[in-house]
Antibody, heavy 119, light 109 residues
């Protein structure tokens, strides 16, 4: 069974770039999952899809974040990553990585990592 | 863009009650609708996929129905561990976009 773990800084200053990595264990996610992605959740609010990627490099982004976000995979390390530039306080959220075994869903999730943007 | 409207945003109920929430799509989405449960401080867990299919390991008291624009999620008899927030989610495979409903917080009465 795949397990996912997010890693990265918990505190950023406004205008900085967020870099998060999701490390997959338990199996090769490139041979198990349809796609992988990132979702975030501001404190006390709902879930927001950030973007997802298919193996081989095709990526899709939430239009509201597209100008600031880049996601990528490194199948040799069984990892995938998120970069979100020009961070502001409104980007403060729990960031989840997730993969899809069941097409159309995100059915395996990391535990989430809290990212706070504050000067 | 397809919008997902989930209702109600919150409700209270008792153990043993039947619990039903709805999710409405702004246009026909066939059965491309999933339901998740999220407990405080935890990641969401997939319960129902493709509108009515129970994810492996999920108790049979959970069910989903609907197609087109109107969908329903039901818990037949609430258990103490079911008090959580529930989200619907649509996957638009034409443009590879995911949209979540606003969520329904279920609290103990």
């Amino acid at each position: 069974q795949l397990q996912l773990q997010e890693s990265g800084p918990g505190l950023l200053k406004p205008s900085e770039t967020l870099s998060l990595t999701c490390t997959v264990s338990g199996a090769s996610f490139s041979s198990t999952a349809y796609y992988w992605g990132w979702i975030r959740q501001p404190p006390g609010k709902g879930l927001e899809w950030i973007g997802n990627g298919y193996f081989g490099g095709t990526t899709y982004y939430n239009p509201s974040l597209q100008s600031r976000v880049t996601i990528s995979e490194d199948t040799s390390k069984n990892q995938f990553s998120l970069r979100l530039s020009s961070m502001t306080a409104t980007d403060t959220a729990v960031y989840f990585c997730a993969v899809s075994i069941q097409l159309g869903t995100f059915d395996i999730w990391g535990q989430g990592t809290m990212v706070t943007v504050s000067s | 863009d397809i919008q997902m409207t989930q209702s109600p945003s919150s409700m209270s109920a008792s153990v043993g009650d039947r619990f039903t929430i709805t999710c409405q799509a702004s246009q026909d989405i066939n059965t491309h609708l999933n339901w998740y449960q999220q407990k405080p401080g935890k990641a969401p867990q997939l319960l129902i996929y493709d509108a009515s299919n129970l994810q492996a390991g999920v108790p049979s008291r959970f069910s989903g129905s609907g197609s087109g624009t109107d969908f329903t999620f039901t818990i037949s008899s609430l258990q103490p561990e079911d008090f959580a927030t529930y989200y619907c989610q649509h996957y638009n495979n034409l443009v590879s976009m995911f949209t979540f409903g606003q969520g329904t917080k279920l609290e103990i009465k």
